[in-house]
C-alpha cells in the first residue's frame, strides 16, 4: 500500500515568510510524527500526535511552529516569520501502536526547506 | 537526560570485512533500540529491533544494558550496505512515544 507521503518534496522561501509542510500518514495509522533533521545531524523529534490531539509537542522548538492534524489523518506543520535556521528537511512519520508491530515508525521522503 | 551516541560519522570497510556501527546511549528506564537506514535517495527505514532479536539482511544487534550499547554487526559486509545507519532510542510512556537518534554513521563497503 501507500506509504507516507510529503508535500512539497521541496521548498524554498524568504526569511520572515510563513511555511506549511503537509504529511498524509498511512492509512489507519492513529500516530504521527514530526521530525527535523538539519545537515550532519540526526532526526530531531518535534511533535506526536495521537488521533487528533498532540500528545508530546516538547520538540518545537519556539512558538513559531505549529502544528494541526483536524481530522486524525492529515498534518500540518506551520512556521511563522521563518528564519535561516529552520533550514532542514522535516520528516512526517506514523505509526500504528495497537499492532504487533507496535512502534515501529513509518518515514515519509522529507521536505527540504531551504530559508533564504 | 536521554541520549544515543555513535561515536563515528564514517566507517569504511572493503567488501567481505566485518563490520561494527557502535552505538552507545542514556537512560533511566528500560529502552527499545532500534536501527534504521537509509539507502541513497530513499526514505529513512527500519531495520532491527533489540525485542525482535532477529537478524535482517545478515545484521544483528544485541543490546548489552551493562555498557548500556547497542552496536549493529555483520560478519561479511556487502556493496549494498553502503547506507546511513542511525541508532534510535524509543521513550515511550506517559504521554510521548517519541525517537531520540544518534547522529548517524555512514557506512562506505569498498569493492
Known amino acids: 500500500g501507500a506509504g507516507v507521503s510529503q508535500t512539497p518534496s521541496n521548498k524554498v522561501t524568504e526569511k520572515g515568510k510563513y511555511v506549511e509542510l503537509r504529511c498524509d500518514p498511512i492509512s489507519g495509522h492513529t500516530a504521527l510524527y514530526w521530525y527535523r533533521q538539519s545537515l550532519g545531524q540526526g532526526p530531531e523529534f518535534l511533535i506526536y500526535?495521537?488521533?487528533?490531539?498532540?500528545?508530546?509537542d516538547s520538540g518545537l522548538p519556539n512558538d513559531r511552529f505549529f502544528a494541526v492534524r483536524p481530522e486524525g489523518s492529515v498534518s500540518t506543520l506551520k512556521i511563522q516569520r521563518t528564519e535561516r535556521g529552520d533550514s532542514a528537511v522535516y520528516l512526517c512519520a506514523s505509526s500504528s501502536p495497537e499492532r504487533a508491530s507496535g512502534h515501529e515508525q513509518f518515514f515519509g521522503p522529507g521536505t527540504r526547506l531551504t530559508v533564504l | 537526560a536521554q541520549r544515543v551516541t555513535q561515536p563515528e560519522k564514517l566507517l569504511s570497510v572493503f567488501k567481505g570485512a566485518p563490520v561494527e556501527l557502535k552505538c552507545n546511549y542514556s537512560?533511566?528506564?528500560?529502552?527499545?533500540l532500534f536501527w534504521y537506514v537509509q539507502y541513497s535517495r530513499q526514505r529513512l527505514q527500519l531495520l532491527l529491533r533489540h525485542i525482535s532479536r532477529e537478524s535482517i539482511k545478515g545484521f544483528t544487534a544485541d543490546l548489552n544494558k551493562g555498557e548500556t550499547s547497542f552496536h549493529l554487526k555483520k560478519p561479511f559486509a556487502q556493496e549494498e550496505d553502503s547506507a546511513m545507519y542511525y541508532c534510535a532510542l524509543n521513550k515511550v510512556g506517559g504521554a510521548t512515544n517519541k525517537l531520540i537518534f544518534g547522529t548517524g554513521t555512514l557506512l562506505a563497503v569498498q569493492p
Open positions: 537512560y533511566s528506564g528500560s529502552p527499545e
Open positions: 500526535f495521537q488521533g487528533t490531539g498532540a500528545a508530546d
